[in-house]
């Protein structure tokens, strides 16, 4: 599968989005939101297909890996787990050139408004 560097959705296989803990800045997870978001998740793929499970893509930015390209989750831990979790194989994902610093600034805004 070509992964490209846009702003356009693509879908991404879940087993290949890395997650960098280091990059997160929420240290604890509400397991009962958790668990809401995974049975909304499962429910809306068992109701409309699982490439329509996800209402918002995952945020990834694609890094140097030691063979190939890697993609870094940037946001949407919480999305990734719960489509994990429902046996989703492909996620939407919006491909940006982001560093470290600016995918801190995007966790944290986003746990911000929640």
Do not use: C, H
Not at 17 to 37: F, G, H, M, T, Y
Not at 42 to 66: C, N, Q, Y
Not at 68 to 76: K, Q, V
Not at 83 to 88: D, E, L, Q, S, Y
């Amino acid at each position: 599968m070509e992964i490209e560097i846009n702003t356009q959705q693509q879908f991404a296989d879940t087993d290949k989005i890395v997650v960098e803990e280091s990059l997160n800045p929420r240290k604890r997870r509400d397991k009962q939101a958790d668990e809401e978001l995974y049975r909304s998740i499962k429910s809306r793929a068992e109701a409309f297909g699982p490439e329509r499970a996800l209402v918002e893509p995952l945020i990834v930015t694609m890094r140097d890996g030691e063979k190939e390209p890697t993609m870094l989750l940037a946001n949407g831990a919480r999305r990734l787990d719960a489509a994990k979790r429902a046996g989703i194989k492909e996620v939407p994902v919006i491909v940006r050139k982001l560093d470290n610093e600016e995918i801190w600034a995007l966790r944290l805004l986003d746990d911000l408004q929640k």
